[in-house]
């Protein structure tokens, strides 16, 4: 018998026929119409080859089949219901649930130590996975609940995806200890003079750093382009190479190199972090505390 064939809502009738004894008092205990309940049993009776209850008087009497079924019924409806009221409910302090993540590999260094914190404090059952989901399927996954948010930038997702911005970075520049080019600070002459590392998933395209310089009739010269900040900054704690990256994370990646950390030598948009959800799930308890846990971490 194949699950999804079935209406469920057929086995609450079974259910209340067989504890009503009748289809009268069934149809005032679910406040539906005799002929809606005879109908149900009908469906029943065709779904399993069984009368499922037979007429003694005025009395409905179940058939074996019916007294066979009842209680795996009543256990099934039981634990339905025990489910839903949970997933209502939502104490984060006892339920048991694992939320999926979208989030960029530059925000897990500074948004998981301070989320991960929070979660092991007050939320033992509570486990976290992240992905990186293609931005082109990320609508499809948050309506489908297999994410159930998403940091990003600035998306043109529908407007059933619900968002809010939650963080801004500014950029800044990542050059070696003791580069002989900056002993003074950081200037636009300076720093096109040199040559540079862009950190990017696509194979090609611009940074927003090349955008903002395009606007002036500039260009910077790209010597590597690769996929990671972290191996990004070991480059640059071993080369005359520089890097320009979000300042949140550049503090945590170079602590162990000893870069310097310079501010970026042209007035430039924050970069702009927001989170995601869908609609369907925008007051549901348990996205609710997620996302508020979200907030706050980027808060602290």
């Not at 963080?167 to 600070?185: M, Q, S």
Request: hydrophobic residues 45%; glycine residues 4%; contains cysteine.
């Amino acid at each position: 018998m194949n699950l999804n064939r079935i209406d469920l809502n057929l086995f609450v009738v079974l259910d209340a026929i067989y504890t009503e004894g009748g289809i009268t008092r069934a149809s005032r205990k679910l406040n539906l119409t005799q002929p809606a309940i005879s109908h149900a049993l009908g469906r029943l009776r065709e779904m399993f080859g069984d009368p499922l209850f037979e007429r003694d008087g005025r009395a409905m009497v179940p058939t074996p089949l019916a007294r066979s079924l009842i209680e795996p019924v009543r256990r099934s409806l039981r634990g339905l219901e025990i489910t839903l009221n949970e997933v209502a409910r939502f104490d984060p302090a006892s339920t048991e649930r694992r939320f999926t993540l979208s989030v960029r590999d530059v925000l897990e260094a500074t948004l998981l130590p301070v989320l991960m914190r929070r979660v092991t404090e007050t939320a033992a059952l509570i486990s976290v996975n992240t992905v990186r989901v293609d931005r082109r399927d990320l609508e499809a996954e948050l309506a489908a609940g297999t994410v159930d948010a998403a940091i990003d930038t600035l998306l043109p997702l529908s407007d059933n995806i619900r968002r809010i911005r939650i963080a801004a970075d500014p950029l800044v520049v990542i050059v070696r200890a003791d580069h002989p080019a900056f002993g003074d600070g950081m200037d636009m002459d300076t720093y096109l003079r040199q040559d540079h590392i862009l950190v990017s998933s696509r194979r090609s395209g611009p940074g927003l750093e090349d955008v903002e310089l395009s606007r002036l009739g500039v260009e910077r010269r790209v010597r590597l382009r690769c996929q990671h900040y972290f191996a990004a900054c070991r480059v640059v704690s071993l080369t005359d190479l520089v890097l320009t990256m979000p300042e949140s994370y550049a503090r945590i990646a170079n602590r162990q190199y000893n870069n310097r950390i310079l501010p970026f030598p042209l007035s430039v948009p924050m970069l702009d972090a927001y989170l995601y959800w869908h609609g369907n799930v925008d007051q549901e308890p348990a996205n609710l505390w997620l996302r508020e846990q979200l907030i706050q971490s980027f808060e602290s």
